[in-house]
């Protein structure tokens, strides 16, 4: 099969999974897509609980969100999308909180009600210490934005534990991620497209894929397997882009997650999907609990799934998820770009091959950039044939 592709995609994530769709509808290429793992999708993975027949992420809790009109009615060909809005809560010292932070977090942290003029009047004051200066890190960038009673309650103890690094040493955009409102509304995400895919993200994947010139092996790492594929053949690459030149350089820094499961005797836990711990005592970042990710659904009423989430960096055998992209890691991810733009013939996409903290609408958005590009480039003239 390998010998006979038009192009080798190595990991069947959203990034590999939308290059290959569009090089085969559009383009009639054959496609070999090269998985590690034993399933589609990436990180984005999601499976039946066999306790409970609750959908589960095994990566961690996925919501699709985006702006990009481009991106949305791409993945609707695929999948269509319930209207769950996420709205997770946070704990701090024992009480929940609204997220992100609103006017109701506002309101019930200070322990009065506040105008929306009031709540910012307040903020501004306790943001002062930032006036006149360019945040240039996390923790200056959240002062101010929401002052440093909010910050110390809510962001610097969950960073330090998600991140295993003092937020002094985090990039602001990191926390630019999240908004802050001065009305009730407590959605956690403004994109004016949110959901999640009616039948599940694996099913995404199957329809992604399900064409005669898409072959996947699963299974198979990249790696072990490159010197037999012909090097003529253009090659788009979505694994960590550090581990593609051995480490040359140097590791860059990632962040893992350990999930840990497990099936309680009730059929509601904690009443929303997603509940944060903002405590540093509280080992764990976060507990998910997926059956509220789908109410339109049918589950059982005495038991539920639920999975604590625990963050710590990466070492040498973990899952590589969240790029910690410190300076060093910058400059570090520099060199290895120098060295992917001399490579002939391999494309260097997505979260791991570009080092870049994508959501899925992103990682969807740049593979249909890049597509573009290849589709006019490599292959203006049609197949190009293999060596
Ligand atoms: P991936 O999905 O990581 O796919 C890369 C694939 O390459 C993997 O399957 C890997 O096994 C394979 N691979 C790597 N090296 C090799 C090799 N040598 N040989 C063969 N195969 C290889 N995004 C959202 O929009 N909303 C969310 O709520 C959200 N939550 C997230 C929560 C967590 C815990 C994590 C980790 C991510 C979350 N994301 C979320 C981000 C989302 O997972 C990414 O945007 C998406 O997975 C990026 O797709 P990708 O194809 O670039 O990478
Ligand atoms: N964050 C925080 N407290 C929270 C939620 C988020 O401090 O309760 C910070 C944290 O640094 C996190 C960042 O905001 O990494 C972005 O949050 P998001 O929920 O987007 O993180 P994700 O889990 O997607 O990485």
Known sequence: ILDKADLVIVGAGFYG????ERAANEHG?????????????GNAYSETDPDTGIEVHRYGPHIFHTPNDAVWSYLNRFTSFTDYTHRPFSVFRG???????NLATICQFFRRQLSPDEARALIAGQAAEMAGREPDNLEEKAIS????????AFIRGYTKKQWQTDPRDLPASIISRLPVRYTFDNRYFSDPHQGMPLSGYTAIFDRMLDHENIHVLLDCDWFELR???PRAVPTVYTGPIDAYF?????????????FSRSVVATGDYQGTAMMNYADEETAHTRIVEYRHFHPERDYPVDRSVIVHEYARSAGAGDEPYYPIDTLADKALYLRYRALADREPNVHFGGRLGTYRYLDMHQAIGAALKEWERLRTSEFA???K???
């Open 385 to 387: 044939a293999p060596a």
């Open 17 to 20: 999974a939308t290059i290959a």
């Open 95 to 101: 009480q929940a909180y609204s997220l992100p932070i």
């Open 29 to 41: 290429l054959k496609v070999v897509i090269v998985e590690r793992r034993g399933h589609i999708g």
């Open 246 to 258: 051995g480490f040359s350089e140097g590791r860059l820094g990632w962040r893992t997650c350990d």
């Open 227 to 229: 010197d037999s594929i």
């Open 381 to 383: 003239h049609g197949r």
């Open 145 to 152: 934005l929401i002052g440093r009673p909010l910050y110390e």
